[in-house]
């Protein structure tokens, strides 16, 4: 049975500018965009969202009450961010929801049969507008990597 369309709860999540600052750091940035005083609202790096995690809950999980995964098997397949008005500055306070995509099935060589599952993570504003969404595709293989 497939879980597409299932979503979790939503979380919210503060854009701040000293974790903003701290992200383009380890992301050994040197876009000084990042950089200005937390006052001046600097913008996030595209990629930034990808903390999103530390602010979700296992309620925030579009899988919660499944089995749990077994992470031998699961890869990280691919990951998109798409911004209809660039991407989020220090201040705003965004409300995540994440739902599953689309789920598929593809026969692999080592692996056996992966499963592809879309994660699609919707940010939206204190007015409920879309600020960001993000999507990730985790693939399950049939056997662990290490066989």
Do not use: C
Request: glycine share 10%.
């Amino acid at each position: 049975m497939s879980d597409e369309g299932k979503q979790g709860q939503p979380y919210e999540m503060i854009v701040e500018a000293g974790k903003v600052r701290e992200f383009a750091r380890a992301a050994k940035s040197r876009n000084p965009a990042y950089f200005v005083p937390a006052e001046s609202h600097p913008v996030s790096p595209v990629t930034f969202l990808a903390s999103s995690a530390f602010w979700s809950t296992p309620e925030s999980s579009p899988s919660r009450g499944g089995p749990p995964p077994n992470w031998e098997r699961i890869l990280h397949g691919e990951q998109e961010f798409v911004f209809p008005n660039g991407p989020p500055h220090a201040g705003d306070v965004l409300t995540a929801t994440t739902r599953i995509g689309k789920e598929y099935e593809k026969e692999g060589k080592r692996g056996g049969t992966m499963k592809f599952s879309e994660l699609i993570t919707e940010f939206r504003d204190r007015d409920g507008n879309l600020v960001a969404e993000s999507k990730s595709t985790a693939i399950e293989t049939g056997k662990a990597t290490t066989e």
